[in-house]
């Protein structure tokens, strides 16, 4: 298993920039998928990015894209998400996941171990 901690977070007004970043350490980083997710309060967790193995390949929700960089170092074992231009409906906890195979996916059912999560709050 991979263990995943979340840090980056915090209280921020729109139009400001964050960059999260997820450390992982067990099993071998650079063999995985990872992946960002966010949950606001009563909602449903939901896909923001994911990066291939390799970094070669990434994803993105429609409506981060052009704000939001996922970008992974395989030699420092993290992973992390620019985010700029925030927006108040960027608001939730920010979750790293791992998907145990070398491609990404948008799916949480695809990811295997999740971070504790990181609270972002952006303010109007």
């Known amino acids: 298993q991979v263990q995943l901690v979340e840090s980056g977070g915090g209280l921020v007004q729109a139009g400001d920039s964050l960059r999260l970043s997820c450390a992982a350490s067990g099993r071998t980083f650079s063999s995985y998928a990872m992946g960002w997710f966010r949950q606001a309060p009563g909602k449903e967790r939901e896909f923001v990015a994911a990066i291939s193995r390799s970094g070669s390949i990434t994803y993105y929700t429609d409506s981060v894209k052009g704000r939001f960089t996922i970008s992974r170092d395989n030699a420092k074992n993290t992973v992390s998400l620019q985010m700029n231009s925030l927006k108040p409906e960027d608001t939730a906890v920010y979750y790293c996941?791992?998907?145990?195979?070398?491609?990404?996916?948008?799916?949480?059912?695809?990811?295997?171990?999740w971070g504790q999560g990181t609270q972002v709050t952006v303010s109007s």
């Open positions: 996941a791992v998907r145990y195979r070398d491609t990404a996916t948008r799916r949480v059912a695809d990811f295997g171990s």
